[in-house]
T-cell receptor, first 114, second 114 residues
């Protein structure tokens, strides 16, 4: 079984400041890792995913994440945020085998202040 | 290309009733998953279908059921509604069979049980 812990439920930052959203996971098997974003009253949209290879993954809207196997972490970063980045961000994992089944963290609400 | 369409978007039911939610995936996508989103439990996997077969099921009681039709459209049904079933129900589709695929989410069906 897998589990995901997002270490911060809310993160307030000022516009143009850098941000890091933290995610740790637990799994007895190898996993794929994902970050999804949910804007108000919308569904989720994939930001980026780690399947294999380079541990630094670049996604849409200037976001990137680094997979750290020894620390079982997959933190999301952006060097300079914009008001439009205000949303809820979800880290998720899925087992390599079998059907699609994402296990999500509880989410981190990112609030950008002008 | 049209996105994932979920109907109805909002509905109100009373305890003991049953409800059916519908999901039309992106054209060509054969995998459809359902997730329940609540403030307390977050995003939880309900089930996943591929080519009309349920491949995986989450830890929900038997009151929650689903099916997929030959055109990949999917429905989920909740019988004997309880107050705790109030949630946003999200449907997602994918073009790939494996767990590495990107999920494309609909905007959800918000169910309120009174």
């Amino acid at each position: 079984a897998q589990s995901v812990t997002q270490l911060d439920s809310q993160v307030p930052v000022f516009e143009e400041a850098p941000v890091e959203l933290r995610c740790n996971y637990s799994s007895s098997v190898s996993v794929y890792l994902f970050w999804y974003v949910q804007y108000p009253n919308q569904g989720l949209q994939l930001l980026l995913k780690y399947l294999s290879g380079s541990t630094l993954v670049k996604g849409i809207n200037g976001f990137e994440a680094e997979f750290n196997k020894s620390q079982t972490s997959f933190h999301l970063r952006k060097p300079s945020v914009h008001i439009s980045d205000t949303a809820e961000y979800f880290c998720a994992v899925s087992s390599l085998q079998g059907a699609q089944k994402l296990v999500f963290g509880q989410g981190t609400r990112l609030t950008i202040n002008p | 290309k049209a996105g994932v369409t979920q109907t109805p978007r909002y509905l109100i039911k009373t305890r003991g009733q049953q409800v059916t939610l519908s999901c039309s995936p992106i054209s060509g996508h054969r995998s459809v998953s359902w997730y329940q989103q609540t403030p307390g439990q977050g995003l939880q996997f309900l089930f996943e279908y591929f080519s009309e077969t349920q491949r995986n099921k989450g830890n929900f009681p038997g009151r929650f059921s689903g099916r997929q039709f030959s055109n990949s459209r999917s429905e989920m049904n909740v019988s004997t509604l309880e107050l705790g079933d109030s949630a946003l129900y999200l449907c997602a589709s994918s073009s790939v069979r494996g767990a590495d695929g990107e999920l494309f989410f609909g905007e959800g069906s918000r169910l309120t049980v009174l």
